[in-house]
C-alpha cells in the first residue's frame, strides 16, 4: 500500500489503437433474451485517477478490452482527493443516499466522469470524511479508520448497485479493499431479490495484502459477530477481509496459472493456503497481459527510439539512453536487467539474487555491505595506531567494529532507504533519518562510557597532554585537508555531481594528490603500499561477503526466515513483546546474514503483523536497521569485527571474546528504542512528521 497515488502521464494514444478496438471479439456473457451483462467492478484505484500501484492499470486494462468487447461495463471508486485533480467535470447520478455504517448513519453521492477512457463508465462514491484527504491509504502509516473508510465504500457501491445496473449484473471486485462488499452481499444484501441473483468474482491482485483489523473492528463495520469465525472472516484471531471476500465469492480470478498453484500451497499463499485449495474449480489463473496500444514500442513517443520485432536498431538506442540516464557503462554487448517493482521476493526477486540465474561476467558489479565498508575504512585509519599505542587487538577491533554500527543509524542511512523501498508505500525517508538520530546518538554514548569503564579498569595507556582549547584548534587545523574528504563525498552526492562510487574514487583521488604535492608525505613506494593494502582489504571483504552470500541463498532458498518470522508472529498478541521477539529473530538471522536479504525477506513478513498491533513502521524501520547492524557483529560469522580484526592482524578468538560487551550495549539502545517509541520521534515531531 503507498501514501498516495502517482499521477502518470496521459500516453497518446496511436491510430493502430483503433484497429486494435476494432478486432475485438464481441463477449458471449449475454442473457436468455439477448441483452449483453453489465459488469460493475468495485476497485480502491484506477488510472488515471489515482492509483499506488499496478492494481489500478490493471483495472483500467481490464474494463477496458471488457467494453471494447461492447459489455456495458462500469467501474466504481472512491472520490479521492487526488481524482478531482484529474477528471475535468463531474456530474451527479441521482441524489444522496443514506448508509448505515455500525453504529453511524453515513451519506453517499454517487459521481459520474465525462472523459471516461475507451467507453468505460467511471463513478465515484463521494464522502468528504473518509475520502478527501491526501493520500490513498495513509500518511506516514496507514489511516487507523481505513476498516470504516473502505467498509464505507462497499456498503455505498452496493446500494447504488440497482440504479447502476437495473437489469443482470456481475461484480468483480478488486483486492481487499473491495472483498469485504462480496460479504455484505452475502449477508446484509442476501434477502433483497436483486442481489439475490448478482453473480460475484474476486480478482486478487496481491495476496500479500488481505486487509487484517483487529476483532474489535467488526461492530464498527455493521458485521455480526457470528461471522467472525474460521470458515470466514476469522484468521489468527484477526479480521481478513481478504478470506471473506475469497469464501462469498463465486469465482476468484488471479494474474496467472502459475500463480493460482502457488496460492494453494502453505507458503506461496500468505497464510491463505487453505482457503485458497478449498475454492477448487472456482480458482482460475488468468495471465495478465499488456495493453498494447500503449505499450507498442513501434509507435511509443516516449522512448528514445521506435523499434520493432523486424528492426531492432531502435533497440539498441533505448539501451544505449539508459546507460547513459543512469550512468552506466556504455557497452553494447552487456545484458541490462530492469526491474520495475518492490525489492520482495513475492515480486520474482528471488530469481536476481539466484546464483543460478545470474550470467557471469567479469563487467557484472554487486555494491553491498556499507558497514563494512566504514569497518574497513576506519579501521585501516585508526586501528593500527590503536595498537601501535599499547591497545590489545581484540579491543580495538571491537572498538571500531561496534562505533561502525553508528553509521547506519544516523542519516543518511543507506539501511533506513533499502527498509523503506522493500516496505513499500507510507514510509517518509526524512521521518525515518530523522528518527535514527537519537538512538545513534545514545549508542555513540553508550559506547564511550563503556570504552572509558574498561580502559580504566584494564589501565590502558593514557596520553600525558593535558586538555587545551588552542592545541584542539591547532589539530583542527592540521585536519582540515582531511575533513575536506567527506565533504566532497556527501556533497557531491547530494548535489547530483557524481555517483556513491565516482565520489570515492574522487576522494581517494583528492587523498593521493594532497599527499604527493601538498603535504609531500606519499612517496612513490607508500603509494604502493597503500595500493596493496587496499586491495587486501577490499579481497577480504569481497570474500566475507561471497561467503555470507552463500549461507543467505540457502537459507533464503529453504525459506528459514519466514518460517522463523511466522512461528515468532504466533507467541503473543502485545506489540511490546512483538518488537521484542522481532530483535530476537533479526538477531539470529542476522548471526549468519547480511542486512539487506534479511530485510528484503522478513519486512513483507513483519510489516502486516506491525499493522495489526498499530506500530508506526518508522519505529518498526528503525528497529530493524539497528538490529540487522548489530548482528554484524557477533560470532560465529561477525563479518564487520573480522574485518577490522585482519586489518589489525589480531585473532579472531581475541576479538570475540571482547565484542560481547559492545553488543550488549547497542542491544540495550535498541530495545530502549523498541519500548520506549516517543524518545526517537521526539525530533520528527520538531519538525512537524
Same mark, same amino acid.
Given at each position: 500500500?503507498?501514501?498516495?497515488?502517482?499521477?502518470?502521464?496521459?500516453?497518446?494514444? *496511436?491510430?493502430?489503437?483503433?484497429?486494435?478496438?476494432?478486432?475485438a471479439?464481441?463477449?458471449?456473457?449475454?442473457?436468455?433474451?439477448?441483452?449483453?451483462?453489465?459488469?460493475?467492478?468495485?476497485?480502491?484505484?484506477?488510472?488515471?485517477?489515482?492509483?499506488?500501484?499496478?492494481?489500478?492499470?490493471?483495472?483500467?486494462?481490464?474494463?477496458?478490452?471488457?467494453?471494447?468487447a461492447?459489455?456495458?461495463?462500469?467501474?466504481?471508486m %472512491?472520490?479521492?482527493?487526488?481524482?478531482?485533480?484529474?477528471?475535468?467535470?463531474?456530474?451527479p447520478?441521482?441524489?444522496?443516499?443514506?448508509?448505515q455504517?455500525?453504529?453511524?448513519?453515513?451519506v453517499?453521492?454517487?459521481?459520474?466522469?465525462?472523459?471516461a477512457?475507451?467507453?468505460?463508465?467511471?463513478?465515484?462514491?463521494?464522502?468528504?470524511?473518509?475520502?478527501d484527504?491526501?493520500?490513498?491509504?495513509?500518511?506516514?502509516?496507514?489511516?487507523?479508520?481505513?476498516?470504516?473508510?473502505?467498509?464505507?465504500?462497499?456498503?455505498?457501491?452496493?446500494?447504488?448497485?440497482p440504479?447502476?445496473?437495473? =437489469?443482470?449484473?456481475?461484480?468483480?471486485?478488486?483486492?481487499?479493499?473491495?472483498?469485504? *462488499?462480496?460479504?455484505?452481499?452475502?449477508?446484509?444484501f442476501?434477502?433483497?431479490?436483486?442481489?439475490?441473483?448478482?453473480?460475484?468474482?474476486?480478482?486478487?491482485?496481491?495476496?500479500?495484502y488481505q486487509?487484517?483489523?483487529?476483532?474489535?473492528?467488526?461492530?464498527?463495520i455493521?458485521?455480526?459477530?457470528?461471522?467472525?469465525n474460521?470458515?470466514?472472516?476469522?484468521?489468527?484471531?484477526?479480521?481478513?477481509?481478504?478470506? =471473506?471476500?475469497?469464501?462469498?465469492?463465486?469465482?476468484?480470478?488471479?494474474?496467472?496459472?502459475?500463480?493460482?498453484r502457488?496460492?494453494?500451497?502453505?507458503?506461496?499463499?500468505?497464510?491463505?493456503?487453505?482457503t485458497f485449495?478449498?475454492?477448487?474449480?472456482?480458482?482460475?489463473?488468468?495471465?495478465?497481459?499488456?495493453?498494447?496500444?500503449?505499450?507498442?514500442?513501434?509507435?511509443?513517443?516516449h522512448?528514445?527510439?521506435?523499434?520493432?520485432?523486424?528492426?531492432?536498431?531502435?533497440?539498441?538506442?533505448c539501451?544505449?539512453?539508459?546507460?547513459?540516464?543512469?550512468?552506466?557503462?556504455?557497452?553494447?554487448?552487456?545484458?541490462v536487467?530492469?526491474?520495475?517493482?518492490?525489492?520482495?521476493?513475492?515480486?520474482?526477486?528471488?530469481? $536476481?539474487?539466484?546464483?543460478?540465474?545470474?550470467?557471469?561476467?567479469?563487467?557484472?558489479?554487486?555494491?553491498?555491505?556499507?558497514?563494512?565498508?566504514?569497518?574497513?575504512?576506519?579501521g585501516?585509519m585508526? !586501528?593500527? *595506531?590503536?595498537?601501535?599505542?599499547?591497545?590489545?587487538?581484540?579491543?580495538?577491533?571491537?572498538?571500531?567494529?561496534? !562505533?561502525?554500527v553508528?553509521?547506519?543509524?544516523?542519516?543518511?542511512?543507506?539501511?533506513?532507504?533499502?527498509?523503506?523501498?522493500?516496505?513499500?508505500?507510507?514510509?517518509?525517508v526524512?521521518?525515518?533519518f530523522?528518527?535514527?538520530?537519537?538512538?545513534?546518538?545514545?549508542?555513540?554514548?553508550?559506547?564511550? $562510557?563503556?570504552?572509558?569503564?574498561?580502559?580504566?579498569?584494564?589501565?590502558?595507556?593514557?596520553?600525558?597532554a593535558?586538555?587545551?582549547?588552542?592545541?584542539?584548534?591547532?589539530?583542527?587545523?592540521?585536519?582540515?585537508?582531511?575533513?575536506a574528504?567527506?565533504?566532497?563525498?556527501?556533497?557531491?552526492?547530494?548535489?547530483?555531481?557524481?555517483? %556513491?562510487?565516482?565520489?570515492?574514487?574522487?576522494a581517494a583521488?583528492?587523498?593521493?594528490?594532497? =599527499?604527493?604535492?601538498?603535504?609531500?608525505?606519499?612517496?612513490?613506494?607508500?603509494?604502493?603500499?597503500?595500493l596493496?593494502?587496499?586491495?587486501?582489504?577490499?579481497?577480504?571483504?569481497?570474500?566475507?561477503?561471497?561467503?555470507?552470500?552463500?549461507?543467505?541463498?540457502?537459507?533464503?532458498?529453504?525459506?528459514?526466515?519466514?518460517?522463523?518470522?511466522?512461528?515468532?508472529?504466533?507467541?503473543?498478541?502485545?506489540?511490546?513483546?512483538?518488537?521484542?521477539?522481532?530483535?530476537?529473530? $533479526?538477531?539470529?538471522?542476522?548471526?549468519?546474514l547480511?542486512a539487506? %536479504?534479511?530485510?528484503?525477506?522478513?519486512?513483507?513478513?513483519?510489516? %502486516?503483523?506491525?499493522?495489526a498491533?498499530?506500530?508506526?513502521?518508522?519505529?518498526?524501520?528503525?528497529?530493524?536497521?539497528?538490529?540487522?547492524?548489530?548482528?554484524?557483529?557477533?560470532?560465529?560469522?561477525?563479518? *564487520?569485527?573480522?574485518?577490522?580484526?585482519?586489518?589489525?592482524?589480531?585473532?579472531?578468538?581475541?576479538?570475540?571474546?571482547?565484542?560481547?560487551?559492545?553488543?550488549?550495549?547497542?542491544?540495550?539502545?535498541?530495545?530502549?528504542?523498541?519500548?520506549?517509541?516517543?524518545?526517537?520521534?521526539?525530533?520528527?515531531?520538531?519538525?512537524?512528521?
Amino acid at each position: 500500500m503507498s501514501n498516495g497515488a502517482t499521477k502518470p502521464p496521459r500516453r497518446e494514444r *496511436s491510430s493502430s489503437a483503433v484497429r486494435v478496438r476494432r478486432r475485438a471479439r464481441q463477449s458471449v456473457l449475454k442473457t436468455n433474451d439477448g441483452k449483453p451483462i453489465h459488469i460493475v467492478h468495485f476497485a480502491a484505484e484506477c488510472w488515471p485517477y489515482a492509483r499506488s500501484g499496478g492494481l489500478g492499470e490493471a483495472v483500467a486494462s481490464l474494463a477496458t478490452y471488457q467494453a471494447a468487447a461492447r459489455l456495458p461495463t462500469t467501474v466504481v471508486m %472512491p472520490l479521492y482527493r487526488q481524482v478531482r485533480s484529474v477528471v475535468n467535470a463531474l456530474e451527479p447520478v441521482g441524489g444522496p443516499f443514506a448508509v448505515q455504517l455500525g453504529p453511524t448513519r453515513e451519506v453517499a453521492r454517487l459521481w459520474r466522469t465525462k472523459d471516461a477512457p475507451r467507453g468505460t463508465d467511471m463513478l465515484f462514491i463521494e464522502h468528504p470524511g473518509f475520502f478527501d484527504r491526501p493520500a490513498l491509504y495513509g500518511e506516514s502509516g496507514d489511516y487507523r479508520d481505513n476498516h470504516r473508510r473502505f467498509a464505507f465504500f462497499s456498503l455505498a457501491a452496493l446500494a447504488a448497485l440497482p440504479r447502476i445496473a437495473p =437489469g443482470q449484473a456481475i461484480l468483480h471486485a478488486h483486492d481487499w479493499h473491495a472483498a469485504l *462488499s462480496l460479504v455484505y452481499l452475502r449477508t446484509a444484501f442476501a434477502q433483497h431479490p436483486y442481489y439475490r441473483r448478482v453473480p460475484a468474482v474476486l480478482s486478487v491482485h496481491n495476496a500479500g495484502y488481505q486487509g487484517h483489523f483487529p476483532p474489535s473492528t467488526m461492530p464498527e463495520i455493521g458485521l455480526p459477530w457470528e461471522l467472525f469465525n474460521w470458515k470466514l472472516l476469522e484468521w489468527y484471531d484477526k479480521v481478513n477481509w481478504l478470506k =471473506g471476500g475469497i469464501v462469498s465469492a463465486d469465482a476468484v480470478v488471479t494474474v496467472s496459472a502459475t500463480h493460482a498453484r502457488e496460492l494453494q500451497s502453505p507458503d506461496g499463499g500468505f497464510g491463505l493456503g487453505d482457503t485458497f485449495r478449498a475454492l477448487r474449480d472456482r480458482l482460475f489463473g488468468i495471465t495478465n497481459g499488456i495493453d498494447q496500444d500503449i505499450w507498442d514500442p513501434a509507435h511509443d513517443p516516449h522512448i528514445a527510439a521506435r523499434f520493432t520485432s523486424q528492426n531492432l536498431e531502435g533497440k539498441r538506442q533505448c539501451k544505449a539512453a539508459l546507460q547513459a540516464r543512469f550512468a552506466l557503462a556504455p557497452n553494447p554487448r552487456v545484458p541490462v536487467f530492469g526491474m520495475a517493482a518492490r525489492l520482495v521476493a513475492q515480486k520474482g526477486l528471488d530469481l $536476481l539474487v539466484d546464483p543460478r540465474a545470474l550470467i557471469p561476467r567479469p563487467e557484472t558489479e554487486i555494491v553491498t555491505g556499507v558497514a563494512l565498508a566504514e569497518c574497513a575504512a576506519i579501521g585501516a585509519m585508526v !586501528g593500527p *595506531s590503536m595498537v601501535r599505542q599499547g591497545y590489545p587487538g581484540g579491543f580495538t577491533s571491537a572498538v571500531i567494529a561496534g !562505533g561502525a554500527v553508528m553509521g547506519p543509524i544516523i542519516p543518511p542511512s543507506v539501511a533506513m532507504l533499502v527498509f523503506a523501498y522493500v516496505y513499500g508505500g507510507g514510509i517518509s525517508v526524512g521521518k525515518l533519518f530523522l528518527m535514527g538520530v537519537l538512538p545513534g546518538v545514545l549508542v555513540g554514548l553508550s559506547l564511550m $562510557l563503556l570504552v572509558g569503564v574498561i580502559s580504566w579498569r584494564r589501565q590502558y595507556p593514557v596520553s600525558g597532554a593535558r586538555f587545551s582549547p588552542r592545541l584542539v584548534l591547532r589539530t583542527l587545523r592540521g585536519a582540515l585537508l582531511g575533513l575536506a574528504v567527506p565533504v566532497i563525498i556527501i556533497g557531491g552526492i547530494l548535489g547530483g555531481v557524481f555517483t %556513491p562510487t565516482e565520489a570515492g574514487a574522487v576522494a581517494a583521488l583528492y587523498g593521493v594528490l594532497v =599527499g604527493v604535492f601538498v603535504l609531500r608525505t606519499l612517496g612513490p613506494r607508500d603509494l604502493l603500499a597503500s595500493l596493496m593494502t587496499g586491495a587486501k582489504t577490499s579481497a577480504i571483504v569481497y570474500l566475507l561477503l561471497g561467503t555470507s552470500n552463500v549461507v543467505s541463498w540457502i537459507l533464503v532458498r529453504n525459506q528459514v526466515p519466514q518460517t522463523v518470522a511466522r512461528w515468532s508472529l504466533d507467541l503473543t498478541t502485545s506489540p511490546y513483546v512483538f518488537l521484542i521477539v522481532t530483535i530476537a529473530v $533479526l538477531f539470529a538471522l542476522g548471526t549468519a546474514l547480511e542486512a539487506v %536479504p534479511i530485510m528484503i525477506m522478513l519486512i513483507p513478513v513483519l510489516a %502486516p503483523a506491525a499493522i495489526a498491533y498499530k506500530i508506526d513502521p518508522h519505529h518498526l524501520g528503525l528497529i530493524v536497521v539497528m538490529t540487522v547492524q548489530t548482528a554484524l557483529l557477533t560470532p560465529p560469522v561477525a563479518l *564487520s569485527l573480522y574485518v577490522v580484526s585482519s586489518i589489525v592482524k589480531c585473532p579472531m578468538e581475541e576479538a570475540n571474546r571482547e565484542v560481547w560487551v559492545f553488543v550488549a550495549a547497542v542491544l540495550g539502545v535498541t530495545l530502549l528504542t523498541a519500548m520506549w517509541p516517543a524518545m526517537p520521534l521526539a525530533i520528527p515531531r520538531l519538525f512537524g512528521f
